[in-house]
């Protein structure tokens, strides 16, 4: 059967000396996988038609035997040359995109995610990348996957009432704030987050566009508390990511 959709791709991965296997994120078919047989020959009509965060259409082979599909024809829609030119705005991309690649799965498609992951990588080719850009994409990515992590309540009892004069608590292994009621005096995987930072994190999540956090003038101290209880809760939930660390490391 023949696919005919729309891609990003997440990743590329050498298959021989003159193929590659892309993996795609799409909005109707979810992840997949195609082999680009004999992509790297100078007359092959795929070279040059797809590149790491590109957004593409594609024509593909289904194969039931594998998941590993054929690619047949590709042209890209959005090449975000970009990224060419900012190697810190590809960095960010090539996190979001590892993110992206481990986080999703073949034949599970997700439009909204699709779109998107479509809108912030134009952002990031245009707009480049910061600390706070990568964290509201790391929000936003995380409440489409319906894992987000709850910011505005306390876990345990709901109040929303948390006294300005020290820091709430965020518990990295439940995922959110505790009250002081509510939280377990052994409980070690707690940080405080002071309410600040708090109240930066809560505005990031609520917005649709990385517009506010690239304009967001945060002092170190916010940028450290929000990268540090998003990357705490990103360890924990999702695995550690070594392109985590060098993006935010870097940008
Ligand atoms: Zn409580």
């Not at 047949?72 to 975000?80: A, T």
């Not at 939280?183 to 649709?208: F, I, K, Q």
Request: hydrophobic share 40%.
């Amino acid at each position: 059967m023949i696919i005919k959709t729309t891609g990003i791709v997440l990743r590329l991965d050498p298959f021989s000396k003159t193929s590659q296997i892309i993996s795609w994120l799409t909005p109707d078919q979810g992840r997949v996988a195609t082999i680009a047989k004999g992509a790297k020959r100078t007359k092959n009509s795929l070279l040059g038609q797809y590149d790491c965060f590109y957004t593409c259409e594609l024509l593909y082979y289904q194969t039931h035997r594998t998941s590993l599909h054929i690619l047949k024809e590709c042209s890209p829609l959005s090449p975000r040359t970009g990224f060419r030119r900012n190697w810190r705005a590809s960095l960010g991309a090539s996190y979001l995109c590892d993110l992206l690649n481990r986080l999703t799965s073949p034949g599970a498609p997700h439009p909204a995610l699709f779109d998107w992951a479509n809108r912030t990588l134009d952002f990031l080719a245009e707009q480049g990348g910061s600390g706070p850009v990568m964290n509201w994409a790391e929000l936003k990515l995380l409440k489409l996957l319906g894992v987000a992590p709850t910011l505005t309540s306390c876990l345990g009892c709901g109040t929303k009432e948390f006294p300005g004069d020290r820091p709430a608590a965020f518990s990295i292994s439940r995922g959110g704030l505790l009250c002081a009621s509510c939280r377990n005096p052994h409980d070690t995987l707690v940080m405080p987050v002071t309410h600040d930072a708090l109240a930066m994190l809560r505005g990031w999540a609520d917005t649709e566009t990385p517009i506010i956090a690239k304009r967001t003038a945060c002092t170190p101290h916010q940028t450290r508390t929000a990268n540090k209880l998003l990357g705490a809760f990103m360890h924990y939930h999702l695995e550690s990511s070594l392109a985590r660390d060098i993006a935010l490391g870097m940008i």
